[in-house]
């Protein structure tokens, strides 16, 4: 157990749908990223918050958006849902926004777009 | 840009024997950090293990140890007395030393290990 928390671990939705993913970074980290894994584009870093703050982002499209909450917590909005989105979505977190400190893995998200 | 290439989609090795995968990786960076991640079949994103640029000694951690080549950009992982339950997909990561992009970890395309008794 890695102590990061995701919710919900499998979620069902039809296109067109908005869809709400939640996270809990280790007790601690500061950090949180969100990754998303699929059959054809691999394993891609999406975006990352430091306490609050926008750090990195990555190739996240313009219907995803993130925030992180003052109590840590971290939820990544898909809408306007593709059949394409289908994919499983990591949450990670580190404990510092420093290069160098290592990042773990929550069980990730599954979303199927029916 | 960086980019992280794993040559072996697919690798068996036999219980208890030795088996080493491959990663090489491109970059002008000086200052970066490479993982391995273990994904079995659960897919939960399991670290194995790091290691620093800066540092020539190769990382170990227990039966999982690294041959880092910098100058080659090798980073290759070897797993000793292979178990049952290293059966797995195995990610090598890169990430670079910057404030701006500490969180972007890039993935080679993954290695899918089966051990077999």
């Known amino acids: 157990d890695s102590g990061v928390t995701q919710t919900p671990k499998h979620l069902i939705t039809a296109t067109g749908q908005r869809v709400t993913l939640r996270c809990s970074p280790r007790s601690g980290d500061l950090s949180v990223y969100w990754y998303q894994q699929s059959l054809d584009q691999g394993l891609q870093f999406l975006i990352q918050?430091?306490?609050?703050?926008?750090?990195a982002k990555g190739n996240i499209l313009e219907r995803f958006s993130a925030q992180q909450f003052p109590d840590l917590h971290s939820e990544l909005n898909l809408s306007s849902l593709e059949l394409g989105d289908s994919a499983l979505y990591f949450c990670?977190?580190?404990?510092?926004?420093?290069?160098?400190?290592?990042?773990?893995f929550g069980e990730g998200s599954w979303l199927t777009v029916v | 840009a960086q980019t992280v290439t794993q040559s072996q989609p697919e690798m068996s090795v036999q219980e208890a024997e030795t088996v080493t995968l491959s990663c090489t990786y491109d970059?002008?960076?000086?200052?970066?950090?490479l993982f391995w991640y273990k994904q079995p079949p659960s897919r939960q994103m399991i670290l194995v293990i790091r290691?620093?640029?800066?540092?020539?000694q190769n990382a170990t951690e227990n039966r999982f140890s690294v041959n880092f080549q910098k100058a080659a950009k090798s980073f290759s992982l070897k797993i000793s007395d292979s178990q049952l339950g290293d059966t797995a997909m195995y990610f090598c990561a890169f990430m670079k030393h910057s404030r701006g992009s500490q969180g972007n970890l890039i993935f080679g395309k993954g290695t899918k290990l089966s051990v077999k008794p």
């Open positions: 290691q620093e640029a800066y540092k020539q």
């Open positions: 990670a977190s580190s404990a510092g926004g420093a290069g160098g400190n290592t990042i773990y």
């Open positions: 918050y430091y306490n609050g703050e926008e750090r």
């Open positions: 970059t002008s960076e000086n200052n970066y950090y």
